[in-house]
């Protein structure tokens, strides 16, 4: 985790340096500006949420000495091999934004289907 | 069939995203094609100015969002949990929602030529207003718009689950600094992708705001500003070219060592130094808009040169890494060298454009052609062709033909660099891109000409390498699960491997377990 947060934190100074120097030759055009400032605080939080919210995380990976058992079977958790939402989901996106262009109908109809099929999507991944 | 349309096996999605990167890569060279078959002689006339308008149009763009990029996040999803020693990728449903989103988005753009209008028209960057109020009033490219915000999207799921997985599922003595040097650009092309995309994904949005519900962003007679979109289009755009680089940056690294059979020359540097390019390539988006004149020109052009020097750093890394090494030449390091040589040639004409006054000659003309070209031709298009030969075995259980996949390697060389090296001289003579003719004037005709004969001999190539495909599959010689003497974890399971990856995982305590495991080095359990 401290590897990730060196490189998160380290990637977010510099956006922040480089916002500042390039405020500070270009102040009159603000979009590079806040495009810089934006990158920077994104990159912060992740780093931030790293240090606050899981300073004390046991990822076995992070130990040099650790056996291969220590993270297997069971303990390494179920992962699923089917599902049918995510195809149901892109194709549900594809109507929504098609029609809210061309087809009030189908838009919305697309944007029904949408919601259902990412809560469905939601309420499997809980489950499993 | 169903099992495939609904799997959330990281191997399968991997799978379907190489084979359908594979499918849009044979649409754009068809594309390709007609476009040297327009301009193979001056004054042509076989093809009319607005449908090679959207030719051009949609090839850059097939290549640039639906070959490059998407192929190095199928293999990525293929490879990452093998190398780190994961199951499966951290979040099964999330990745196969990123694969049919990009599949959607793909097939989206490209159904544009079946609208009464055609496909997008307006360039694969879709400037605005040209995109607005000129050309771009069809169908064809509203569903640009659409197809590109649904694979941004899928691009943005797919790196948060890359990063998640990467963090959390290395198996148990896989530390950071343990892991393959693929999966650490991974790392740095995700990152990337998080601070590239939501940008361009809301600079679609915008311009779909603009055409259907009487936005005005950038429509300078309604107070617009047009280099707004420059200015948030570039600033995906640039960083979208180190997405397609520097994935290919860690294959070649890993091919490299791998027949060269020494470890990677300067790990450290190699991880450092793709970290370095993805900063500074966040820094450099106004490159692109030098001649606008409303940009700060020094500041853009100081950080454009700055980013040679890590990318120098991965070529004494890839040549240090030969160094001394027991070379093996097959057809993957052949490809690898082959990037080597045109990667250089297209790293060398980028640092003259980034210099303004020269970027002032040479903007829009060919001669920025050959440099892109250069770059994503003849450095990605060549390591992800390594690629395929080097993980076949892996991915498919079969082991392409080598001295097909030489054939196919001299040939593709050879025609890459007869198409592209007489581009940058058309444009040095005064040629500009995007014209769907030009004068006889000058030497244009002969170096044309010679274009069109190297699109025909990376045909050729690339028919011969579907051949190879056919005939390989067709003989099907088992392959075990190291057919090349590969260091990294995913040479230590079977190929294809199963399920879960791994029957059994050895203990990990170097960078290079598959090499500690054939030679009998010590890794103690204890």
Partial sequence: ?128 | MIEWLTTTNHKKIGTMYIVSTLGFFCAAGVLAALIRIQLAQPNSTIIGTHAYNQIFTMHGTAMIFLVIAPFAIGLANFLIPLQIGAPDMAFPRLNATGLWLFIIGGLTVFAGFATYGGAASAGWSNYAPLSEITIGTGAGEDLYLVGLTLTGISNILTAVNFVVTIVCFRAPGMTFWRMPIFTWEMVATSILILMAFPTLTAVMAMVLIDRHMGGHFFDPAQGGNPILYQHLFWFFGHPEVYIMILPYFGVVAEIIATFSRKPVFGYVGMVISAFAIAGLSLGVWAHHMFTTGAVSNPFFSGISFLIAIPTGVKFVNWIGTMWKGSIELTTPMILCVCFLLNFLLGGITGVMVASPPLDYMAHDSYFIVQHFHYTLGGGSLFALFAALFFYFPKIFGVKLDERLGKWFAALFFIGFNVTFIPMGFAGLEGMARRMSTYPDVAHLALLNGLSSIGTAIIAVSVVLFFVNVLVSVRNREPVGNDPWGGYSLEWLTSSPPPEFNFDELPPIRSKMPAWDVAEGREVSRS
């Fill in chain 1, 1 to 128: 985790m401290k590897t990730f947060v060196l490189f998160f934190g380290g990637s977010a100074i510099f956006g922040a340096v480089t916002g500042l120097a390039y405020w500070l030759v270009a102040h009159e055009e603000a979009t590079g500006t806040v495009l810089l400032g934006c990158m920077a605080a994104a990159l912060a939080f992740t780093a931030a949420y790293a240090v606050i919210a899981e300073k004390n995380a046991d990822l076995p990976g992070d130990d040099p000495a650790e056996l291969p058992e220590t993270a297997a079977g069971e303990n390494l958790g179920i992962f699923t091999t089917r599902s049918a939402w995510p195809i149901l989901v892109a194709i549900s996106s594809l109507a929504a934004l098609v029609g809210m262009l061309w087809s009030p109908l189908i838009g919305f109809s697309g944007l029904i289907a949408l919601i259902l099929c990412l809560w469905r999507l939601g309420a499997e991944s809980a489950r499993v």
